[in-house]
């Protein structure tokens, strides 16, 4: 090992061309950019997803499925949840203010009512929807499931 044989490490150094600095750099004249078109020009950027006036995949792919814009977004709230809460608190009349208060649901949110669970307390439920077998369940219980 001498002074004569050392080298860098493999990686730490890059072979920067210098591009464009007259033809005794023997990259001059197109500066490796080849012969006209536009990518030999300065300034040139190609759109995303541009293939070469080949028709771009996210234009041959089939565009499907459906959104409706009138379809109204539920927070459900079973029976258990509703026995719970009254196991707590012993409240008889739940409505959407209570439901607020005890964080169930944001202010805004749309509430349903569904069926799992057993339903032991005479409640007056008020919600903006309930299933079949929630109806059934708090009528059953002694209560009253009232649609706003």
């Not at 536009?38 to 997803?49: E, M, N, Q, V």
């Not at 565009?63 to 258990?80: S, T």
């Not at 949110?109 to 307390?121: D, P, S, T, Y």
């Amino acid at each position: 090992m001498n002074l004569s044989n050392l080298k860098p490490a493999e990686g730490s150094v890059r072979n920067n061309k210098r591009l464009g600095r007259g033809e005794g750099s023997t990259r001059g004249g197109t500066s490796t950019r080849g012969h006209k078109g536009a990518k030999s020009r300065s300034g040139f950027s190609k759109k995303i997803g541009f293939e070469g006036g080949q028709m771009p995949l996210q234009r041959r792919v089939p565009k499907f499925g459906f959104k409706n814009i009138n379809r109204v977004e539920y927070k459900a709230i079973n029976l258990d949840v509703l026995q719970g809460l009254n196991e707590k608190s012993q409240a008889t009349t739940m409505d959407v203010a209570y439901f607020v208060s005890n964080g169930l649901v944001s202010k805004n949110a749309k509430i349903k009512v569904l069926g799992r669970g057993e339903l032991n307390a005479a409640l007056e439920v008020h919600a903006h929807a309930f299933s079949q077998s929630a109806i059934e369940a708090i009528e059953k219980a002694g209560g009253k499931a009232v649609t706003l």
